[in-house]
């Protein structure tokens, strides 16, 4: 499965610090505030399932995806409020995070974010010895969506390149007001000759795991060995 489907997870290494690892867990992975409800607020779970405490930062920004899937961001604090930031969690110890919407109080359309919590290299021990030693510190990037109500996704294919001998390549734009992401469905192509055929995303797995953003463009680059014919129409049924 495609990363941006499952928990992502970015050791860094640190040298000459106390060999021994420690680590936490974040969830969810993807959450939404949504502006219907009476609180404009949503939570995470953060949780030290380790013999040694640890010291996290979460930290919020903004979402954009290029055509190509590359994602931007820039801080978002001004939108978003994390409470707590900063926190030192004890052995097998949970804390909640609040995460607040104090933006715009309607956006028009849902608004992406990224959430980070990373652990930071703070020696909480006191009674350890410092020694030369490698550690892995982790850092954890959930989605988290401002979704106001009555928001829908409007995915269009805007056209379809097969100049190239091994790939052919789909252009798509999201005009809607939801994100569009390619988990549990099929494409459905038709040919020259009006001949149609339904492939699930697993199959077509270039399509798997894409995530089209509300009035943004993506490009997605399918194999023609994953193909049985070259499209010169295609359309989605999402589950």
């Known amino acids: 499965m495609k990363n941006s489907l499952r928990s992502l997870l970015i050791p860094v290494l640190l040298i000459a610090w106390p060999a021994a690892v420690w680590s936490f867990q974040l969830t969810p992975m993807s959450a939404v505030i949504d502006l219907s409800g009476s609180s404009p607020t949503t939570t995470f779970e953060v949780t030290n399932p380790g013999n040694s405490p640890v010291a996290i930062e979460l930290r919020v920004a903004t979402r954009r995806i290029d055509p190509d899937g590359t994602e931007l961001n820039?801080?978002?604090?001004?939108?978003?409020?994390?409470?707590?930031?900063?926190?030192?969690?004890?052995?097998?110890?949970?804390?909640?995070?609040?995460?607040?919407?104090?933006?715009?109080?309607?956006?028009?359309?849902?608004?992406?974010?990224r959430v980070t919590a990373e652990q930071l290299p703070i020696n909480l021990n006191r009674g350890q010895t410092e020694a030369s030693g490698l550690q892995f510190m982790l850092r954890y990037r959930a989605t988290l969506y401002v979704r106001p109500p009555g928001t829908a996704p409007d995915l269009e294919v805007l056209s379809i390149d097969v100049d190239d001998p091994e790939r052919v390549t789909v252009n798509l734009r999201n005009n809607g007001t939801r994100h569009q992401l390619f988990f549990q469905g099929a494409v459905i192509l038709e040919d020259g000759d009006g001949a149609v055929q339904e492939i699930d995303f697993e199959t077509i797995d270039a399509f798997l795991g894409v995530n089209v953003l509300p009035g943004e463009d993506r490009r997605v680059r399918v194999p023609r060995d994953q193909l049985p014919f070259e499209p010169a129409s295609m359309r989605f049924r999402f589950n």
């Open 74 to 113: 820039e801080d978002a604090s001004d939108q978003i409020q994390l409470f707590p930031s900063q926190l030192v969690l004890r052995r097998g110890a949970s804390q909640t995070v609040r995460a607040r919407w104090i933006g715009q109080s309607t956006p028009e359309r849902e608004l992406p974010f």
